[in-house]
């Protein structure tokens, strides 16, 4: 979805983009923190592009713990500066482990937009906005936690390492779906045990986290859930072969 300064999104079509709920919208709007630019001669709300830099902000700020009207202060402050939120943000993200670099490559691509066109923002945005809510939905903040601190243990490059496991691993995998290979067969094994062992670093083994990251695939299912890195078909398949497994 492109996001130019001529488009409006509904409060419905904003909420549907960014993964927000309408009463959260609206409760935004009520208290002055997310005022849409415009209304309708019937009254609805109408977002505009700016609209759309300022929840971005909203939401960056809200990740690093801070309450809505600590929130309202700091963009008062700060007035239209999305750059310096863009930037703080990604300090942050920088210290997740491999599910939330997904996010910094996206944070990366907005930076490139705003140099080139500081007024455009791009489909990037909403793609980090709807990142970030997905993964408040389904893990708690204690498990958040968790995960910021094995980036920490992990540092930007074995996080940089795991994600290129991981897809080195789901084309090996695709690979040996679209040849036929039996799921059970001792190369399809292997690839099968190094799946298990990347989830093994990714939830450090708690059940918890798994028990979470379970149930974000199940519900959004492996293309949204991964962000395009696996389809439905590999991941069925790969579910196969771990089934397969000695100790499984």
């Not at 930037?87 to 599910?99: M, P």
């Not at 709807?130 to 389904?138: I, L, P, Q, W």
């Not at 695709?174 to 093994?200: N, S, V, Y």
């Amino acid at each position: 979805m492109e996001v130019t300064d001529d488009i409006r999104f509904s409060v419905g079509s904003l909420a549907e983009a960014t993964g927000l709920t309408v009463r959260t919208l609206h409760h935004w709007d009520e208290i002055g923190l997310l005022v849409p630019s415009e209304r309708t001669g019937a009254g609805h709300r109408r977002y505009t592009a700016a609209d759309v830099r300022r929840l971005y902000r909203v939401l960056a700020l809200r990740r690093l713990g801070l309450p809505l009207a600590e929130i309202a202060k700091v963009l008062e402050r700060e007035g239209t500066d999305l750059r310096a939120a863009v930037e703080r943000h990604l300090r942050e993200v920088e210290a997740e482990i491999a599910a939330a670099t997904q996010l910094r490559d996206r944070l990366h691509r907005v930076l490139a937009t705003l140099d080139s066109s500081p007024e455009t923002v791009g489909a990037e945005l909403i793609d980090a906005i709807e990142v970030m809510t997905m993964h408040e939905r389904y893990y708690t903040a204690e498990q958040l936690e968790q995960l910021s601190e094995r980036a920490e243990q992990l540092g930007p490059e074995g996080i940089e390492r795991a994600q290129r496991e991981w897809a080195e691993l789901i084309d090996e995998v695709r690979g040996h779906m679209e040849r036929g290979t039996d799921p059970a067969a001792p190369e399809m094994q292997a690839c099968a045990a190094r799946w298990k062992a990347l989830i093994e670093q990714f939830t450090g083994g708690d059940p918890g986290l798994r028990a979470s990251l379970q149930r974000l695939y199940d519900e959004q299912g492996p293309q949204q859930a991964s962000q395009g890195m696996v389809d439905p078909e590999v991941m069925a398949y790969a579910g196969r072969a771990m089934a397969a497994l000695p100790d499984a």
